[in-house]
């Protein structure tokens, strides 16, 4: 029960370990405390420990059934729920998700459907719960916030019918990002990603792919745009890849390589938006994608001032994603590996955090 010792999965400052807890957890408010079935894994759960974001039970996604309600939960005993947490420095033990017992925050959590008629031609499960809340709020910030771009089937206003680039169509973020802008009507959508994820990535939506690592990638993405005979002014960087590291060459960047891709006749024009999961210091066009937003966010460039118009933009995205859950709408990622115990746990989030993962979203099976 949440008031016994048990093992949790901790993230101290120099990485995840195995650490026995008793603190018990009694929620307050508008928490739900939760027995969770599945948590899913992120390489935040490890990188965050980078930038400071610690010293708390590790992981973000997760999906459970609720034993006990603070007075103002939206939910009852035996819902079953799925959500995330944020994150923030000093996050209270009960806030992550890799451990048997966890509290719901009040905000980002949804309840799967009872009924199969409610829950999408394939049914929401827990499991697959469990890989949705950061990969989609993430890339819905890219596409509808950060990027203006409308959803009319979700009820979300923005511009209608855009050519898109999603660079790094076969990370979790992106292959959300992928299907979302299907469903909204959006198109070409170019993809970079691995020659073996082509075909998937086609399945799923992506109207060409390329591959990243051609040396030529951004002409043959240039070529494409102008065969096409439709501008492309929107690209969404679901990697980042190589725009941290001090040192590395920013043109060979992903955001540089994304941006060049579609501004071969537009240079610095008005129409162009760029937005990148990371942050992209050296081309400030590029906005900055965020799982969670909030006025009082621990990362200054999460706050929102109307955080009330982007938390209705995302429960529209979610409630879409719950009622449309299955193939040829909203499937997440198409490869979910389920791994079970604390040390299978432990590596798959080292895997995940040092990108070796493809095309695929792990999620822990509890008890751990
Ligand atoms: N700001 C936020 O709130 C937020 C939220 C979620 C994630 N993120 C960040 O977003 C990034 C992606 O997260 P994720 O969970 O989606 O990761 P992931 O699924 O583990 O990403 C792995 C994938 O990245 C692709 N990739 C790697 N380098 C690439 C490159 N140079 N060009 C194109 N694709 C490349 C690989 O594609 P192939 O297998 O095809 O090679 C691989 O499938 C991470 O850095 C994460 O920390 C940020």
Redesign the pocket.
């Given at each position: 029960m949440a008031s016994s010792t048990r093992t949790v999965i901790y993230l101290s400052p120099d990485g995840p370990v195995l650490r026995d807890i008793s603190e018990s957890y009694r929620p307050t408010g508008a928490q739900s405390l939760l027995r969770v079935d599945y948590s899913g894994i992120?390489?935040?759960d490890i990188?965050h420990a980078a930038i400071g974001l610690h010293s708390s039970v590790a992981g973000y996604d997760m999906s459970g059934e609720v034993l006990e309600t603070g007075p103002d939960s939206p939910f009852q005993p035996g819902d079953r729920i799925f959500g995330l947490n944020p994150t923030g420095p000093g996050r209270p033990l009960h806030m992550g998700a890799h451990q048997d017992f966890a509290m719901a925050s009040d905000r980002f959590w949804y309840k799967l459907p009872a009924s199969p008629a409610a829950a999408g031609p394939r049914r929401l499960g827990p499991r697959e719960a469990a890989t949705l809340p950061?990969?989609t709020?993430?890339a819905a910030?890219g596409l509808f916030h950060l990027l203006g771009l409308g959803f009319p089937r979700a009820g979300i206003a923005g511009s209608a019918s855009q050519g898109l680039l999603i660079?790094?169509?076969?990370?979790?973020?992106?292959?959300?990002a992928l299907q979302l802008a299907k469903a909204a009507g959006h198109g070409p959508i170019f993809v970079?990603?691995?020659?073996?994820?082509h075909a998937a990535?086609a399945a799923l939506g992506a109207d060409r792919c390329f591959d990243?690592?051609s040396d030529d990638v951004v002409e043959q993405i240039r070529k494409a745009i102008r065969d096409g005979g439709k501008p492309v002014r929107h690209a969404l960087?679901?990697?980042?890849?190589?725009s941290l590291a001090a040192g590395d060459e920013f043109e060979k960047?992903?955001p540089a390589?994304a941006a060049a891709s579609i501004q071969e006749d537009q240079q610095d024009g008005p129409g162009v938006k760029l937005a990148c999961?990371?942050p992209v210091r050296e081309d400030p066009r590029f906005k900055?994608?965020?799982?969670?937003r909030d006025p009082d966010s621990p990362l200054p460039m999460?706050r929102m001032a109307d955080a009330e118009a982007w938390y209705g933009m995302q429960a529209k995205v979610m409630s879409w994603v719950v009622g449309n859950f299955g193939e040829g709408q909203y499937v997440g990622?198409p490869n979910v590996t389920v791994v079970k115990g604390a040390a299978e746990c432990l590596e798959a989030m080292r895997r995940?955090?040092e990108?070796?993962?493809?095309?695929?979203?792990i999620v822990c099976e509890h008890p751990l």
């Open positions: 992120n390489p935040a990188k950061v990969m709020l993430t910030d660079w790094g169509g076969a990370s979790t973020v992106g292959v959300a970079t990603a691995s020659a073996k994820n990535l990243y690592r960087d679901t990697v980042g890849a190589a960047s992903s390589l999961v990371l900055l994608c965020f799982a969670t999460a990622c995940s955090a990108g070796r993962s493809s095309l695929e979203k």
